[in-house]
């Protein structure tokens, strides 16, 4: 391995002393400028993987693949080479998805066409599996095209006297009309299709690419993803005539299946109980050099430099590769982020509570010039801090000064559910977010074929890991954990509708009398951290600090909204209290348009594009709570979803017949109405009861810094 010894700018003349330790500056030098981490990016990419393409590069790593198993097995011995302790590979479950060679469509007539590439989609299984196919494992049929396949697109076919039975269908996938590639899916399905050729709309731009994603679909029908171009040049020939295609989806799935995590360690030495968790993800789309190997890459390389550094962690650094993020699951609106939720609320339920944070890992680009730092509202004040340290290394060593652009934080958000911060956060902690940025190398390039070694450089991974580092060992060396509860005050204060609370009769009074308290006591034990004084209470002003983190997240933190929403509790049913309210009053009054608001109910607008088996399945069933799918939103964390398909299109017959006996439908809705409230005071009662708790514990931890 090349050592790299960085080199430093000589300090201005005057200039403040340096923000950045010793022990940072040590670690930064073992790091270097990346080599390592591009070794490492690059074994990922091309050495392990399904099949083989015509240069020899291996790629496509889904969860429960042979692939998966055997790159774990390679990160756990990397893990050990590189001095981590007791690395372990940690077993989950998973519906396993293996593609298995080269899939593709082609033309059959009217003029045979050479074969399109194509991609599979996650969770469903391949063209030999289908009891449509032919001798050698395709599917040889006529292709329709169905727009974005709603229920109507379908009725506006069958009145040209166009039927899709037996049929493979052409379908744009837009997730603000039909939530994602499941809604048309089953759509399809119950039209008679046997097959889906899909065209992501939102994703799929650049002239050649072939976009892929999970389908969180039901296993059924297969489908195929082609570039932009080439769903044009099929669209034209099925619009134009009777068109035979042939799609091949070469993949398997294997139900149930396992996957695999690693873990690592490096323990600490004075409070070795407590934990900093760093993760980065290592199940890829095709060669995936960028999204995620990047990702993982830099994190062995933080880790590895953290090692040769002889960096002496106070609190014992957690280091986990997390499978199953890009896939997992099969027919549930939660099919990605596995790994981590079965990680955080499974494997480890002991890790929230005394985690100071969990750090994500995201990629590095060739080209990034700045660095990122994310993170939850608890975490501004500390981001603001580690941030300009790491400003300071990248504009006073070379190479980065170069070019290096200084970053600002922001005050942050909920760990959202399209990362795996989501799940550490849903278990009880803060996390954070923190990559290189700056290349649009990556524009259009999302889940392609095109996400190579050719965008990654080893600045930018070395780039990420030193960022990585500077802010591990600065969150690990502060006395106190340091967490600044005011700002989630008013976070929790800007989720508050007094006019929807107000409506249902409920009093926001006791919500802000909780939220003042936690205003003042976050303030004051902010300061208290600030002062750096020393305190025989340290340790358990610590542990209590954690516990009001794990009181606030994995209390009131939940999916829902529109169906992959991070939100507290509360923030669902206000708005579908104030829309059921405002259809049953607008009814009441005659006016039948009310019926309308039915559509900004949560998930409402999916009703009026589908079949009612296809809403209920996907927006019903599978939240409920007895739902086996529910994946990281099981143990209460899935919002309760109103079910408003029956009332909407009665009223919808009811105003193309001009009847207006509105009484049934305001009487269920009504009813509904209700249940609606009833979550809303539910979810009330238990936000003022967690902030009471987190209150009382703030209170203590005044009390022992004093």
Request: charged share 20%.
């Amino acid at each position: 391995m090349v050592s790299v010894l960085l080199t430093a700018i000589p300090p201005i003349y005057g200039a403040k002393p340096s923000l950045l330790t010793q022990e940072e500056l040590n670690f930064a030098e073992k790091v270097g400028t990346g080599e390592y981490a591009y070794e490492v990016d690059e074994k990922l990419s091309y050495g392990f993987g399904c099949y083989s393409d015509e240069l020899g590069r291996k790629l496509w790593r889904p969860a429960g693949s042979d692939a998966e198993y055997e790159t774990a097995l390679w990160i756990k011995g990397e893990m050990e080479n590189i001095g981590l302790q007791n690395v372990a590979m940690e077993p989950f479950p998973v519906h396993g998805f293996t593609p298995k060679a080269e899939s593709y469509v082609q033309v059959i007539s009217p003029e045979p066409s050479g074969r399109m590439l194509g991609g599979v989609c996650g969770g469903l299984p391949g063209t030999v599996q289908s009891p449509n196919h032919d001798a050698d494992g395709g599917i040889t049929r006529e292709v329709v095209y169905v727009g974005l396949g709603r229920r109507q697109d379908y009725e506006a076919l069958s009145a040209r006297g166009i039927s899709v039975e037996g049929k493979i269908v052409l379908v744009d996938v837009y997730s603000e009309e039909m939530y994602w590639l499941n809604m048309p899916h089953m759509q399809a399905e119950l039209e008679g299709a046997v097959g889906l050729i899909v065209h992501w709309l939102e994703y799929q731009q650049v002239e050649n690419s072939v976009c892929v994603h999970d389908s969180e679909s039901r296993p059924t029908l297969p489908a195929i993803t082609v570039s932009h171009n080439n769903f044009a040049i099929l669209k034209e020939l099925s619009l134009a005539g009777p068109t035979m295609v042939k799609m091949w989806a070469d993949c398997e799935l294997t139900i149930p299946d396992k996957a695999y995590n690693v873990v690592g360690y490096i323990p600490g030495t004075t409070h070795p109980d407590e934990l900093i968790i760093m993760g980065a993800i290592f199940d890829q789309w095709w060669y995936g050099s960028y999204q995620h190997e990047s990702d993982v890459s830099a994190m062995m390389q933080c880790a590895k430099a953290l090692v040769d550094s002889g960096y002496k962690p106070d609190r014992t650094l957690v280091f986990v590769a997390i499978s199953a993020e890009e896939y997992g699951w099969t027919d549930t609106l939660n099919a990605w982020a596995i790994g981590s939720h079965f990680t955080a609320h499974y494997n480890h339920t002991d890790w929230a509570g005394r985690s100071r944070a969990f750090i994500e890992f995201s990629g590095s680009l060739k080209g990034d010039y700045t660095v990122s730092l994310s993170g939850d509202p608890g975490t501004y004040m500390y981001r603001r801090s580690v941030i300009s340290e790491i400003n300071e290394f990248f504009t006073t060593h070379a190479p980065w000064s170069a070019y290096y652009v200084p970053a600002s934080v922001g005050l942050g958000g909920l760990p959202g559910p399209w990362t795996d911060r989501f799940n550490y956060g849903t278990s009880g902690m803060e996390t954070m977010s923190c990559s290189s940025r700056g290349s649009t190398l990556y524009n259009g390039m999302y889940h392609t074929q095109n996400d190579t070694m050719e965008i990654v450089s080893a600045e930018a991974l070395a780039m990420n890991a030193i960022a990585n580092g500077i802010n591990t060992i600065s969150l690990d060396r502060a006395p106190l954990a340091p967490y600044n509860f005011a700002k989630l005050a008013a976070l929790i204060g800007g989720t508050i509708n007094d006019d929807a609370m107000r409506a249902t009769g409920i009093s926001t009074a006791p919500i802000y009398a909780e939220l003042n308290k936690l205003q003042t006591l976050g303030d004051k034990v902010w300061g208290l951290i600030q002062s750096g004084k020393a305190s025989k209470n340290i340790d358990a002003a610590n542990a209590l600090l954690m516990q009001a983190t794990k009181e606030l997240y994995s209390t009131l933190l939940i999916v829902g909204g529109w169906g992959d929403e991070q939100m507290l509790r509360h923030e669902h049913y206000q708005v579908d209290t104030t829309q059921l309210r405002a259809t049953i009053e607008g009814l009441e009054a005659g006016k039948i348009d009310a019926l309308w608001n039915l559509l900004d109910v949560y998930c409402g607008y999916y009703a009026y594009n589908v079949d009612y088996a296809v809403y209920y399945h996907f927006i019903i069933e599978c939240t409920s709570p007895d739902y086996p799918g529910l994946m990281w939103g099981d143990q209460g964390r899935e919002a309760h979803y109103t079910d408003i398909y029956p009332e909407l299109y009665s009223l919808m017959d009811k105003r193309m017949t001009g009847n207006t006996d509105y009484s049934a439908e305001i009487a269920s809705l009504q009813a509904k109405y209700e249940t609606a409230v009833a979550n809303l005071e539910v979810s009330v009662d238990t936000l003022i009861t967690t902030l009471s708790t987190m209150n009382s514990m703030l209170t203590t931890v005044q009390v022992l810094l004093k």
